[in-house]
Structures are given as structure tokens and as C-alpha cells.
């Protein structure tokens, strides 16, 4: 089977998945329903996805992993939020649904890893500036640091129909990426 023929296939699984999820819960998804969705037979479907979860990761791989990876191969990282939140907000309805998904391979999980591997990456490309006193801070530390808000901020964007557009909410979080809690009050210097 050629990478073409391979990569075809996979891309049908994932529309009949993603047809399927928009029609009912997860939970009811059989491996039956994806093939026949694609009109394969279900040995197919195991020849390219251990799981229905696969599927998941494969869907983020090729509509939001590759492209960030590209933005960060060309020195793009300024683009990288804007990126992520437009290709988020496309196809919204869908990834809805895959937060709902419970469990240790949820989506939910995979947006978490996924968004601290970019952050590491990033971190890991350019060299830290940081002062002699915050030398304890590993990349790995403020990797987390960060992941947990973005994460848990994308999360929230989807589930709770937020109506800005990408630019804007990317424009948001770029802000407080670069201010601390205190840089976005007013309050007295001591």
C-alpha cells in the first residue's frame, strides 16, 4: 500500500468519525460505524488505528499539530496562538464534542500534552534569559507553568461559546503571556 493510498484511508476514518461523533456520544461510536462510514472493512481499520482514541490523535496531528510544527520550523511563533485558535474555532462543533470525551486518553489530555510539547519545543530553541535567583526554574517547570493556563483557556474558549474571533483571543493570551498577574492591576508598590 502506498504512503498515498495510506494516508487516504486514514483521512476517510477520520470523516466517518468525525460525521459519527457529530451524531452521537462518543461512548456509542463502534469501529463498525467508523468503516462503514468510510465503506472499508473493519481489518482496515485496525491496520492504521489501535483505538478510536487513535483516531483523535491523528485528527489533531494533521489539523493543528503539523501546521504549528511548520510555523515553528520558519520562525513563525508570533502566529503560533492565532493558529491554534483559528483552527479551533473552524471546526468548533466538533472539538465541543471532543472535550466531552472523559479518560486518560481524552482529548482534553491530548490538547494538555500537545500544548506543553510546543511550549518545551519553543523553550528549548531559543536560550532562556533569566535572572541568577530564577535559576531553579527548569524549561520543563515553565513549560507546565504556561500549559496549564493555555490549556485549560482553550478548553473554556470552546466549551463555553466564546464569540471573539482568533485574533482576538489570541491577542488576549499573547498579553498575558508576556505581563504578570501584577502588570494587570492597579495597585500600590511597597
Known amino acids: 500500500m502506498t504512503e498515498v493510498k495510506k494516508e487516504l484511508t486514514k483521512d476517510l476514518l477520520a470523516l466517518s468519525f468525525k460525521e459519527l461523533i457529530m451524531k452521537m456520544p462518543f461512548e456509542k461510536i463502534t469501529v463498525k460505524m467508523i468503516t462503514d462510514g468510510a465503506d472499508v472493512i473493519r481489518p482496515t481499520f485496525y491496520k492504521h488505528f489501535q483505538d478510536k482514541y487513535e483516531i483523535i490523535e491523528y ?12 510555523l515553528i520550523e520558519n520562525d513563525m511563533e508570533d502566529d503560533l496562538l492565532r493558529l491554534l485558535f483559528t483552527c479551533l474555532s473552524k471546526d468548533k462543533e466538533f472539538y465541543k464534542r471532543l472535550y ?82 501584577f502588570d494587570l492591576v492597579e495597585h500600590p508598590r511597597i
Open 100 to 181: 466531552l470525551i472523559e479518560g486518560p486518553n481524552s482529548f482534553d489530555h491530548l490538547m494538555f500534552q500537545f500544548i506543553y510539547d510546543t511550549l518545551l519545543r519553543l523553550l528549548n530553541k531559543y536560550p532562556l534569559k533569566s535572572p541568577a535567583k530564577l535559576q531553579i526554574l527548569s524549561r520543563e517547570t515553565i513549560a507546565r507553568f504556561y500549559t496549564f493556563g493555555l490549556a485549560d483557556s482553550v478548553k473554556y474558549a470552546i466549551m463555553h461559546d466564546i464569540t471573539y474571533t482568533p485574533e482576538e483571543i489570541s491577542a488576549a493570551y499573547d498579553y498575558l503571556i508576556h505581563n504578570s498577574a
Open 59 to 70: 485528527i489533531l496531528k494533521k489539523e493543528i499539530k503539523d501546521k504549528i510544527r511548520v
